[in-house]
């Protein structure tokens, strides 16, 4: 079970990107920015290494969350407005502040450097679930439950008039803006709420196995978590998740049988999925019918009455 607490606990990270890669049409290379922050500042917290803020899991959440969301603001303002990067020019600037971050993290001796910080104390939940998180059972529920929590909210988000702007952004940006929406505000939004459920899921990870290193920000995790949404399908959240679950399933196995080969293979698997099923392996399967309010209901009177005014009259030909 505390195998799966951490598949699905990379899962809400999936979710993040599913929502800000597949609805807001935003691709980013550095994702595992925000999830190292959460997990950063969670054990920053647990550890008791801030003065000033006392070593409770609700703070190390707080501050996670203020961190990932101020950085995710500053970078929404610097890459979204004045030129306003999108496309590959947005995943190669992410790709770069991941890479330069994991360099600082690994060469930062607050944090631990290449070491990172290990001894993170656990969730400390009610007597009635467990009188601690290091029980595999309880981090199974803990993590089920807010992986459920992040589903059902982006899905919500995503089908509220906010996520149909956002959706309309995605597909095309200069009509949203003709139409009066603010597009640079819009994406930033979307980034601010993507990089803070990442950094929850980066801070559920922390207090899960209790040690973060700099791998959890930097290129590689951000890499890995592109190839689980793109497996189980951008475009839809659940089939996001479930790649996530699928991907290090299939991982696990692969390296028990392939040994230091089993990345080759998995790359081999990823290019036939992207190429022979682009909507990913359970895209299709979870797919989810259009808002009812965003479903037009043509009427046949208006289209019989058009259809009369456009037919030209016939009439005999008049000589000249």
Excluded at 31 to 43: D, E, K, R, T
Excluded at 76 to 102: D, H, K, M, N, P
Excluded at 169 to 177: L, S, Y
Excluded at 265 to 286: C, M, Q
Aim: with cysteine.
């Amino acid at each position: 079970m505390a195998q799966f607490a951490q598949f699905l606990t990379y899962g809400i990270f999936a979710l993040a990107l599913g929502f800000l890669w597949g609805h807001a049409g935003i691709l980013s290379f550095g994702q595992a920015i925000f999830f190292g922050i959460g997990a950063y500042s969670m054990g920053l917290v647990s550890l008791d290494m801030l003065p000033g803020i006392p070593a409770t899991a609700l703070n190390g959440f707080a501050l996670a969350l203020a961190i990932s969301a101020a950085f995710a603001a500053i970078l929404g303002a610097i890459l979204f407005y004045g030129r306003s990067l999108s496309g590959a020019y947005f995943g190669v600037a992410t790709l770069c502040g991941a890479v330069i971050l994991e360099m600082a993290t690994g060469r930062w001796d607050f944090v631990g450097g290449n070491n990172g910080l290990f001894g993170i104390p656990p969730l400390t939940l009610p007597a009635v679930v467990a009188e601690h998180l290091s029980d595999p059972a309880a981090q199974y529920l803990v993590a089920f439950g807010a992986s459920l929590a992040t589903y059902l909210f982006l899905l919500w988000l995503s089908r509220t008039p906010f996520g149909t702007v956002v959706a309309a952004i995605r597909d095309n940006d200069k009509r949203a803006a003709f139409l009066g929406f603010n597009v640079p505000l819009h994406r930033t939004t979307a980034l601010v709420l993507s990089a803070m459920i990442s950094a929850t899921a980066g801070a559920l990870f922390a207090t899960f196995f209790g040690f973060v290193s700099p791998t959890l920000i930097g290129a590689g995790l951000s890499t890995e978590v592109l190839i689980w949404v793109a497996v189980g399908g951008r475009g839809v959240l659940m089939a996001a998740l479930l790649g996530a679950v699928l991907v290090r399933t299939v991982e696990s196995m692969l390296s028990e049988r392939f040994g230091s080969y089993w990345l080759l293979v998995l790359g081999a698997v990823f290019v036939v999925v992207v190429v022979f099923s682009p909507g990913g392996v359970f895209g299709r399967l979870f797919a989810l019918q259009v808002p009812r309010r965003l479903r037009t209901h043509a009427n046949p009177r208006i289209i019989c009455s058009s259809a009369s005014v456009a037919k030209p009259a016939v009439g005999n030909p008049t000589s000249t």
